[in-house]
């Protein structure tokens, strides 16, 4: 078992200790494996995750993509989300 699995597992432990079981992880298509090894699923609902952010986000372009700013993430939004 890998550094990151022992980590991962630890966090699901302390969560679920405190009765939290609506547990996500925001990942590339990547790195799905790794968290489907730490016993991670799919949604069944086919949920989109959003996150929440306090300061106030910023857009801009690279390229053909859209990046939007929120914090200190920089999250790509499809065509189909631009207002």
């Known amino acids: 078992m890998g550094i990151g699995t022992i980590i991962v597992k630890r966090i699901v432990r302390m969560l679920t200790s405190r ?12 790195e799905r494996f790794f968290f489907k090894a730490c016993g991670f699923r799919d ?14 986000s910023s857009t801009c372009f690279e390229g053909e993509r859209m990046v ?10 499809s065509h189909s989300n631009c207002s």
């Open 68 to 77: 939007k700013q929120a914090g200190r993430k920089l999250l790509l939004v």
């Open 43 to 56: 949604d069944i609902l086919g949920s989109t995750m959003m996150m929440y952010s306090r300061t106030v």
């Open 19 to 30: 009765d939290i079981y609506d547990i996500a992880a925001l990942c590339s298509r990547k």
